[in-house]
């Protein structure tokens, strides 16, 4: 059952003298060239604060605060890893230190034809093994599967992002991750708290820094 008109109408006012409207949100991402995905992340960002404002206004403690918590970092992850994922594979795809972090070693099997094959069959044997012969090459994995912290490592030493940055960023993406039932029973409110305001803080110099740095990028 819904609020009636005018607690929605005091709940929106409440939430409005303290939160940017949506077209603020959605410019914070101008650096962003995927107007799509810019909007998207404007939308995660107000609603973020939108709910965060909602909880503090009803003092939120306890369980609800935990869950407050919960929502703040997971959401704010989210959108750091959005936006370096997107400067990375989209706006940097071609860029070395980009493409090796889609690439790992491995071994492939060389093809040989069946009658040299059966020259070389008694050497492809030891101990009583088949050995199957190949060569040293490189395998390429999908981007998506690219873990959060080399996604950060790499920003910083592109210089996209400062290295202090870059640890509270992976620091963030690591606590998205364990977050669950007994990690939270572990780990202090006053942790928790703290780790959640700094996710939200941390938004001002991930922004002034991708900013500058796209400023002074040269195609």
Same mark, same amino acid.
């Given at each position: ?6 607690? !929605? ?7 409005? /003298? ?6 603020? %949100?959605?410019?914070? &991402? +101008? $650096? ?35 869950? !407050? ?7 704010? /992850? ?6 370096? %994922?997107?400067?990375? &594979? +989209? $706006? ?11 690439e790992f070693p491995t071994k492939k099997q060389i093809s040989i034809p069946p009658a040299s094959l059966a020259l070389l069959e008694k050497y492809l044997e030891h101990d009583g093994k088949k ?5 040293? /090459? ?82």
């Amino acid at each position: 059952m819904a609020f009636d008109a005018e607690i !929605q109408k005091t709940i929106n006012a409440y939430v409005s /003298a303290h939160v940017a409207d949506e077209a603020w %949100h959605t410019a914070y &991402f +101008d $650096f962003i060239g995927d107007a799509t995905l810019a909007q998207r992340l404007g939308e995660e960002f107000i609603s973020t604060r939108y709910i965060y404002k909602i909880l503090e206004g009803l003092e939120a403690d306890d369980w609800m605060l935990r869950s !407050q918590i919960r929502l703040q970092v997971m959401s704010y /992850a989210s959108i750091y890893e959005a936006v370096l %994922h997107y400067l990375l &594979f +989209d $706006f940097l795809g071609t860029e070395p230190r980009v493409v090796a972090l889609t690439e790992f070693p491995t071994k492939k099997q060389i093809s040989i034809p069946p009658a040299s094959l059966a020259l070389l069959e008694k050497y492809l044997e030891h101990d009583g093994k088949k050995i199957i012969p190949t060569y040293e /090459a490189v395998g390429r994995t999908d981007d998506t599967k690219v873990r959060f912290d080399k996604k950060a490592e790499c920003a910083a030493a592109l210089g996209m992002i400062e290295p202090w940055l870059k640890d509270e960023l992976i620091e963030f993406y690591e606590a998205r991750n364990a977050i669950h039932i007994h990690a939270e029973i572990r780990k202090s409110l006053k942790y928790q708290l703290d780790l959640s305001k700094r996710a939200y803080l941390r938004m001002q110099p991930f922004k002034a820094q991708l900013s500058a740095w796209r400023s002074a990028y040269v195609v």
